[in-house]
């Protein structure tokens, strides 16, 4: 029972590299959520999909752009990356609003 | 705006004490409420999930209350063990809006 899985646990990139961070769940839930965590400062909303076909920006978007290509898959992408996104990117699902939430394992991400 | 408080930061408890998380938010509108535990360098283990119709939520040692009222939620471990240690923290959940987290509380279970 796999649940939420991220690709990959770690990368590193260099000031003005691109990549994809990838999540892909096998719940059938309909909600699915990134969110950065950062040394003093917990986790914070970067995007999340309420249902396939929709995407809505949370706390933190600048910077990210994001695409539920299906029921199962949520990915992020940064498009030019830089030293403030060093962090650790989580994954998150859940069936509906007020429904219980799992996590995947993260990404570690370090920009140079 | 739905903010999440956890205090203390830090614990430090000698094992098998009984011990008590905090975790207070500020808009009562909440649909529920729920606690997890991270351990370091890994994703988040979902613990206990509070519906706001709930007014508690029990798993083994674990014992969850919300009380909407005054804003706040507990999380008490019960016989405290090492393996215990870990940062716990709490979300808050207003429907639609994505969970809303405290910053965590670091539990350490001295053996």
């Known amino acids: 029972n796999a649940g939420v899985t991220q690709t990959p646990k770690f990368q590193v990139l260099k000031t003005g590299q691109s990549m994809t961070l990838q999540c892909a769940q096998d719940?059938?839930?309909?909600?699915m959520y990134w969110y950065r965590q950062d040394p003093g400062m917990g986790l914070r909303l970067i995007y999340y999909?309420?249902?396939?076909?929709?995407?809505d920006k949370g706390e933190v978007p600048n910077g990210y752009n994001v695409s539920r290509l299906n029921k199962r898959e949520f990915s992020l992408r940064l498009e030019s990356a830089a030293p403030s996104q060093t962090s650790v990117y989580f994954c998150?699902?859940?069936?509906?609003?007020?429904?219980?939430?799992?996590f995947g394992q993260g990404t570690r991400l370090t920009v140079v | 705006k739905q903010e999440v408080t956890q205090i203390p930061a830090a614990l430090s408890v000698p094992e098998g004490e009984n011990l008590v998380l905090n975790c207070s938010f500020t808009?009562?509108?909440?649909?529920?409420l729920q606690w997890f535990r991270q351990d370091p360098g890994k994703g988040l283990t979902s613990l206990l999930l509070?519906?706001?119709?709930?007014r508690e939520q029990t798993s083994g040692r674990l014992n969850a209350s919300l009380d909407k009222s005054s804003g706040r939620s507990t999380l008490y471990i019960a016989a405290s063990q090492p393996g215990d240690s870990a940062t716990y923290l709490c979300?808050?959940?207003?429907?639609?809006?994505?969970?809303?987290f405290g910053k965590g509380t670091r539990l350490s279970v001295i053996a």
């Open positions: 979300a808050a959940d207003s429907g639609n809006t994505p969970l809303v």
């Open positions: 999909s309420a249902s396939e076909g929709t995407t």
């Open positions: 808009d009562s509108a909440i649909y529920n």
């Open positions: 719940m059938n839930h309909n909600s």
């Open positions: 998150a699902s859940r069936a509906l609003p007020n429904t219980e939430a799992f």
């Open positions: 509070i519906q706001s119709s709930q």
